[in-house]
Nanobody, 123 residues
């Protein structure tokens, strides 16, 4: 069992920055791939970014590429999402997730999920 707790969400003006954190329980954190997903009001959950177990492989949705950076600190059992140049369309609940294997862009392949943190970007 893995428990995930996201933090760092909030209200920010367009063009601003936020850093989300996701703290994971469990001793095998360094073996997991991690992903960030988001769900905007009235929309389906979508992939944002993913990182493999050692942080050497990352992937991003086209909509956030060049603005968001995913990273991890295995010593702290934490994954981060640095979000820069935020846009109103980035407004969503952001979720982190664990995949027991390689990273993936597909939410159905992740086994554990956090409760989500709200990010609101005002224009």
């Amino acid at each position: 069992q893995v428990q995930l707790v996201e933090s760092g969400g909030g209200l920010v003006q367009a063009g601003g920055s936020l850093t989300l954190s996701c703290a994971a329980s469990g001793r095998a954190f360094s073996l997991y791939a991690m992903g960030w997903f988001r769900r905007a009001p009235g929309k389906e959950r979508e992939f944002v970014a993913a990182i493999n177990w050692n942080g050497r492989s990352t992937s991003y949705a086209d909509s956030v590429k060049g603005r968001f950076t995913i990273s991890r600190d295995n010593a702290k059992n934490t994954v981060y999402l640095q979000m820069n140049s935020l846009k109103p369309e980035d407004t969503a609940v952001y979720y982190c997730a664990v995949r027991l294997g390689g990273s993936s862009i597909y939410s159905s392949e992740y086994q554990y999920w956090g409760q989500g943190t709200q990010v609101t970007v005002s224009s």
